[in-house]
């Protein structure tokens, strides 16, 4: 896939689309100072490069009742299970975000429980029978202190 060069003006675009995906786009035309119809050709073509991949609506756990965030990492009896291991892990509602990694444990997992005895119950009852599934560690979350989206070109101290 082709890199797309991201100039000022779509960084500013990204920008306020990553805080509000519903930022109508004469909103983001006038931030920018530029037509609307320019901001739309360019999100279609961010679109059709790949930089943008969609949007989507963000619910808040907590307000659910998904009071405990969890990272579970998981080890694996046999690596090469692994395709297995996912497709049981996508049947688990709670798991909202899994990670083949790097590192003493294959998987790291991102749950989200009512409280600690449905976070016990997922990891013994579900997480634990799946076949191929060595152990697990879990970290329970005590608060996010940041959440944000990504829309930077270049990293800090990287040359163009």
Known sequence: MAKY?????????????????????LEIARECGVSGAAIHQRVKKMEAMGVITGSRLLVKPQTLGLHVCAFVQVSLSEANKYPQVIDALKKIPEVVECHFVTGKHALLLKIYCSNHDHLMGILINTIQNIPSVLQTETLISLDQAIERQIYMQNNPGEEE
């Open 5 to 25: 060069h991201i100039d000022e003006t779509d960084q500013t675009i990204l920008s306020l689309l990553a805080k509000n995906a519903r930022m109508p786009f």
